[in-house]
């Protein structure tokens, strides 16, 4: 069975503090998406990895990908309370479909 | 100016009653998709369409039936909704240059009683 998991589900985090989100897939595929939704909206595209050894900034946030070892780590460094949100990864499992498997997400909670 | 937008928002609706959900496009892409979202089991995919007239099931496909006529409009339906229907449904479209990814629609929040 295809899966995609992420860890931690839950993350409650101090600002300044660095912490990695997981993202673990059973399948081969060289696409993985992260996306932030906030609450009771909709997602917004964070990173697009197409391939092995990928690597993506955005400020505070840092993704990467591992298609050997099945795994992406989305890094967030010194994190302030903007970055609260849920975070996707999503795997692409159909190149010519386009299909995308999402994780679980991870809440993310940043205090003072 | 969004280039996907779905309707309706909101809807509550009574067990054994058929509805549709729209969402339309402005971007001209061939790839659409229809995922709901339930606590602690992500996104997953009900169906999806790669053109016209060509659509597959995904993951949760039982209970949904899909059309999609026009290039820019793909519709969910809930044939007899079920309880088991209440969620938030998301629309989305992709380009399929691997580039990308997609680009979601605002979702649709159902409430079957």
């Known amino acids: 069975e295809l899966k995609v998991e992420q860890n931690p589900l839950f993350l409650s985090m101090q600002e300044g503090k660095n912490y990695t989100i997981y993202c673990n897939y059973s399948t081969t595929s060289d696409r993985l998406y992260w996306y932030r939704q906030d609450p009771g909206k909709s997602l917004e595209s964070l990173f697009v990895l197409l391939s092995n050894g990928a690597v993506k900034q955005e400020g505070r946030l840092m993704a990467s990908l591992d298609t050997k070892a099945r795994l992406s780590t989305l890094h967030i460094t010194a994190a302030v309370h903007d970055l609260s949100a849920t975070y996707f990864c999503a795997v692409d499992i159909n190149f010519d479909t386009d299909k995308l498997i999402f994780g679980t997400g991870t809440r993310l909670q940043v205090f003072p | 100016d969004a280039g996907i937008t779905q309707s309706p928002r909101h809807k509550v609706t009574e067990t054994g009653t058929p509805v549709t959900l729209r969402c339309h496009q402005t971007e001209n892409h061939r790839y659409m998709y229809w995922y709901r979202q339930d606590p602690g089991h992500g996104l997953r995919l009900i169906h999806y369409?790669?053109?016209?007239?060509?659509?597959d099931k995904g993951e949760v496909s039982d209970g949904y039936s899909v059309s999609r006529s026009k290039t820019e409009d793909f519709l969910l339906t809930l044939e007899s909704a079920t309880s088991s229907q209440t969620s938030v449904y998301f629309c989305?479209?992709?380009?399929?240059?691997?580039?990308?990814?997609?680009?979601f629609g605002s979702g649709t929040r159902l409430t079957v009683v």
């Open positions: 369409s790669y053109g016209v007239k060509d659509t």
């Open positions: 989305a479209i992709s380009a399929n240059s691997g580039n990308y990814g997609y680009t």
